[in-house]
């Protein structure tokens, strides 16, 4: 585990313009969302922007505090221990609440039975790219060569046990064929080795690659959404070649376990009013992440039980042991 990183917390204060009714039950002061990415970070960014618009809704500042490390263990067991008053949330990604349970022999914290779900926030595609002057030119002859010459082909990812990894493992293994991984801390140290022609393709979240496409030194692929996206309508969904294939991260909001359920379900709420703004909707699209614009508490605790279920077949499929 890395050692403990208390990055700074960033208070996002409510800005003029309209509010709507509230509870003036709650909030009577600022709430926290614990973060286990480090400032900077994507789902930073969607959180401090999620929390500016939640700020407004409420007329209450919304801190952020990044507790990077440990692959998300340190904030996740942070927010584990948080009082469960209503004032603190945890704004967690997949790895987090899913993956992690199959990856590591023992948690500090239990992604069940510590935290209550809230709501889904947002969900992020991935994408394979690769660059424009590579003689791929689209994902069938990818998967010809790593089927034809197994472990060859070079893939950068961010490290085999990381969502990226897994994707690429996966798409690799439905083909019959295999990739040389090429693991990477930071996505943009994959990227700038992809431009430099020391690996041969990429497989990372949409929102890393999307200036590197419009500028036209990479070119996508395909991207992991069961259909293709507005904003690359001429790229394949991995649906496309497999048939109900979808594979996409997520980020979503949680409380401590024991948080009143009355104030789950008004963040809930709250969240679908902000998720359902168009300008929300477009940019958060911008930043990577696609809106979930309606999903109830009751639904999200569904959404997470499947999301276990169909995470242990893939790690299982894949051989991946924990550690």
């Not at 919304?62 to 996740?76: D, L």
């Not at 060859?152 to 990812?157: A, C, L, N």
């Not at 690359?232 to 979503?252: H, I, Q, R």
């Not at 008004?266 to 958060?284: G, I, K, Y």
């Amino acid at each position: 585990m890395q050692r403990r990183d208390f990055a700074r917390a960033a208070v996002l204060l409510p800005f003029a313009g309209p509010l709507l009714a509230q509870t003036p039950a709650w909030p009577q002061r600022p709430v926290k969302f614990i973060l286990s990415q480090p400032a900077g970070a994507g789902p930073d960014i969607l959180a401090r922007y999620v929390g500016e618009q939640l700020a407004r809704l409420w007329s209450q500042g919304v801190v952020v505090e990044n507790r990077p490390g440990g692959q998300n263990v340190i904030g996740a067991q942070a927010a584990a221990r948080s009082p469960a008053d209503g004032y603190t949330f945890y704004y967690a990604t997949t790895a987090a609440m899913v993956t992690n349970a199959f990856t590591f022999k023992t948690l500090p914290y239990d992604p069940v039975k510590d935290f209550a779900p809230v709501r889904l926030v947002g969900r992020s595609p991935f994408v394979i790219a690769t660059t424009s002057a590579s003689p791929f030119k689209d994902l069938a002859q990818v998967l010809a060569a790593a089927k034809a010459q197994p472990g060859t082909v070079t893939m950068g990812t961010e490290g085999p046990k990381t969502f990226s990894g897994m994707l690429a493992d996966s798409v690799a293994g439905k083909a019959g064929g295999k990739f040389n991984h090429v693991s990477y801390t930071k996505g943009s140290e994959a990227i700038q080795d992809l431009i430099g022609g020391r690996i041969q393709l990429v497989c990372l979240p949409d929102a890393a690659l999307t200036a590197f496409i419009k500028s036209g030194q990479l070119k996508a692929l395909a991207v992991s959404t069961a259909q293709r996206q507005a904003d690359m309508p001429t790229v394949p969904a991995l649906a496309e070649t497999f048939a109900g294939f979808e594979y996409t991260g997520w980020n979503g909001v949680f409380a401590p376990a024991g948080t009143p359920a009355d104030v789950l379900a008004r963040v809930n709420r709250d969240l679908e009013t902000v998720l359902r703004q168009p300008e929300v909707a477009q940019r958060m699209q911008a930043l990577g992440s696609l809106a979930e614009q309606k999903m109830t508490v009751p639904e999200f605790e569904a959404f997470m039980r499947g999301e276990h279920e169909r995470w242990r077949e893939v790690i299982k499929t894949l051989g991946i042991t924990a550690e």
